[in-house]
Structure formats: C-alpha cells, structure tokens
C-alpha cells in the first residue's frame, strides 16, 4: 500500500470516529461541499457549533475551485461569507442579499444566493490562505454554517 492511500484511511478514520469533526483535504482541483439541513446534523468544531455543510470544515490549496450543492429536496439554502469571523457569531450576520449570487473568490466574500434543490453555486476560488466561515441565510441558527481552511 502507498503512504498516500494509508493516509487517506487514516484521516476517513479520525472523520467517522466518535466526536470526530467531519473534514475533507484537496490538494488542487475542483471541490464540492454538500448543503443539507436534514442529513448533516451539528458538531462541534474549534468555530463553534456548525452543521447542514458536509463537510464541517473543508482544507484546501490556494488556487482549489470549490462549489456548493444543495442536496435536500427542498428550497432553499445559501452559502454565505461571514466577513472577518474568527468565530460564528451568536445571532445571524446576514442581511437580505445574501440570497442574491454573489463573488467569485474567497477573500472577495461570496454568496451562492438562495440554491433550489439539486442547483449548484457558481464557482468561487479559494484565492488566499486563511480561515473563511460561512452559512445559511435561512438556517443559520439551525446552525448551518461551516468552515473552509485555505493552506
């Protein structure tokens, strides 16, 4: 077996253990992060409470495509920056145009705008290294709201 697959087992492992943070590793290409309220229940992560995002924090390359997917069979979810969070704040940060598609770049701030079920967002570019924290318009305290980590 090559270290690579070994390692691979060994992060789906630590990921399925229990209380382990569900999270996902890319080296370059494109992402998808799966929305849904109904099958992706809370955890705790070091941000604070998150869920409705699979995974709870996605680790990417600068330079990695990502895109959401709204996967429940209702309408509708967003995927929305929280500009400057080191934390997700108690009560929602969003105002009324997060549920408009907007930004192409983590850094820039983005929002997939309000996503039926099976759409996906645009593609947004994980552009600079850092700590991005985002959510749901519609079901922040639910909480849906997730982490991506840019290394």
């Given at each position: 077996m090559t270290r690579q697959f070994i390692a691979s087992i060994a992060l789906l492992l630590a990921a399925c253990t229990n209380?382990?943070?569900?999270?996902?590793?890319?080296?370059?290409?494109?992402?998808?992060?799966?929305?849904?309220?109904?099958n992706f229940g809370p955890s705790q992560t070091p941000y604070g409470q998150s869920?409705?995002?699979?995974?709870?924090?996605?680790?990417?390359?600068?330079?990695?495509?990502?895109?959401?997917t709204n996967t429940d069979n209702f309408c509708?979810?967003?995927?929305?920056?929280?500009?400057?969070?080191?934390?997700?704040?108690?009560?929602?940060?969003f105002t009324q145009k997060a549920t408009q598609q907007s930004g192409s770049t983590l850094s820039g701030g983005?929002?997939?705008?309000a996503l039926q079920p099976s759409a996906s967002s645009q593609t947004i570019t994980a552009d600079q290294?850092?700590?991005?924290?985002?959510?749901?318009?519609?079901?922040?305290?639910?909480?849906?709201?997730?982490?991506?980590?840019?290394?």
């Amino acid at each position: 077996m090559t270290r690579q697959f070994i390692a691979s087992i060994a992060l789906l492992l630590a990921a399925c253990t229990n209380g382990g943070i569900p999270t996902s590793y890319s080296s370059g290409g494109g992402v998808t992060i799966d929305i849904s309220l109904s099958n992706f229940g809370p955890s705790q992560t070091p941000y604070g409470q998150s869920g409705g995002f699979r995974p709870a924090i996605t680790t990417v390359s600068v330079g990695t495509q990502l895109h959401f997917t709204n996967t429940d069979n209702f309408c509708c979810h967003t995927a929305t920056l929280i500009p400057g969070a080191s934390s997700f704040p108690n009560g929602s940060p969003f105002t009324q145009k997060a549920t408009q598609q907007s930004g192409s770049t983590l850094s820039g701030g983005f929002s997939s705008g309000a996503l039926q079920p099976s759409a996906s967002s645009q593609t947004i570019t994980a552009d600079q290294p850092g700590t991005y924290l985002y959510g749901c318009f519609f079901h922040y305290a639910a909480p849906m709201r997730a982490a991506i980590v840019v290394q």
